[in-house]
């Protein structure tokens, strides 16, 4: 059995065994407690959060990250050094706190614990500052399945266990790149006039599709030539399209890997022109594949270096045949 198929089978065998704790112990156990006595928790009450996995000791930077309040921001500390904290993130994860207070006890058997991913070798640990002092200190469950769609929590010093609904996974992650902004570029049609990709590799040939298009009130796609305007396809343009009203990197380049990256002459780029009198600035994506399966992808107006995946890219960084209207639609 190859070694993906085997985390596969050992994800469902957790996700059961979850599961069946969650049965047993709301159906033969006292879950009618709830959590409280917290101290408040509140974004403009707490000055920082600690979240790190508690396999690490305490003081290992491994598997940890702080995130620190800035008057009405919050950066978080990376290898980039520090950075404003994604907002949609910080929602997600104050949401979640809020469920803290009220939370219903599902567990007072300590045994429990490692079954539950919630014990100190597979925990993850989060500690609320306010000032220097510790305003609560939770360990979180590591597991978390979209057919449970719960998060387990036990507080510090505690053996009792809550269960409250949280409906993604890694709220509280620990790795610091994952609370950065993974946003490339997002811009609205309306704002958009004209999106060149350029080669620079292959004797730096280009071409423009205009995805302002209309033709009797319907959206049509033109790609923009020398000897005139004609059809793009539609289906690679809207591909396109989707592209820079939201590409979304899956991780960030390291400091060393960024080093080693030459941006002079990328593999592909994007220019996205934007209207005159828009709010939005003209940008510029550049794509270098990483040959092995991903690529380093660079908007110029940002200081980050992103890591995105070919099967991504390759959807709309295509030669322009790819974006020719399909000769056996035509009248």
């Known amino acids: 059995m190859k070694g993906r198929e085997v985390g596969y089978v050992l994800l469902a065998l957790i996700i059961l065994g979850v599961a069946g704790v969650i049965i047993k112990l709301v159906t033969t156990g006292n879950n009618n407690e709830t959590l409280t006595g917290l101290l408040p928790l509140h974004s403009d009450v707490i000055d920082s959060i600690t979240i790190r996995t508690t396999e690490f000791g305490p003081d290992s930077p491994e598997g940890t ?5 800035l008057g009405d921001d919050w950066s ?5 050094g520090s950075q404003i904290a994604f907002q949609p993130y910080l929602d997600r994860m104050w949401e979640m706190v809020s469920r803290f207070e009220g939370a219903q006890l599902i567990s007072t058997n300590p045994d429990s614990h490692k079954k539950m991913l919630i014990d100190d070798q597979t925990g993850i640990e989060i500690i609320f500052m306010l000032g220097a002092s510790v305003q609560e200190k939770f360990t979180v469950g590591s597991g978390w399945s979209s057919d449970i769609r719960h998060c387990f929590i036990r507080r510090a010093g505690n053996d009792y266990v ?7 996974e890694n709220i509280f992650n620990p790795s610091p790149n994952s609370w950065r902004n993974p946003v490339i570029v997002s811009i609205a049609r309306e704002e958009i006039t004209l999106v060149t990709i350029r080669y620079p590799k292959q004797n730096n040939e280009f071409f423009s599709v205009d995805l302002n298009g209309q033709t009797n009130g319907v959206w049509t796609p033109f790609l923009v030539l020398p000897e005139g305007n004609e059809y793009a396809n539609p289906y690679t343009s809207e591909t396109l399209l989707r592209a820079v009203n939201g590409l979304v990197g899956s ?3 390291s400091k060393e890997q960024i080093d080693s990256i030459n941006f002079d002459i990328p593999d592909a780029s994007i220019l ?3 209207r005159d009198g828009s709010q ?3 940008q510029r994506v550049l794509f270098v594949n990483n ?6 992808v660079k908007n110029t107006n940002k200081a980050d270096v992103f890591i995105l995946e070919s099967d991504v890219v390759e959807t709309f960084v295509l030669p322009i045949d790819s974006y020719e209207f399909p000769e056996e639609t035509l009248p």
């Open 65 to 69: 990250t702080k995130l620190s309040r």
């Open 76 to 80: 978080v500390k990376t290898e980039a």
């Open 162 to 168: 809550y269960t409250v609904p949280c409906q993604y």
């Open 251 to 253: 991780d960030f380049a």
């Open 272 to 274: 996205i022109k934007t």
């Open 280 to 282: 939005i600035p003209t």
């Open 291 to 296: 040959n092995d399966g991903t690529y380093f």
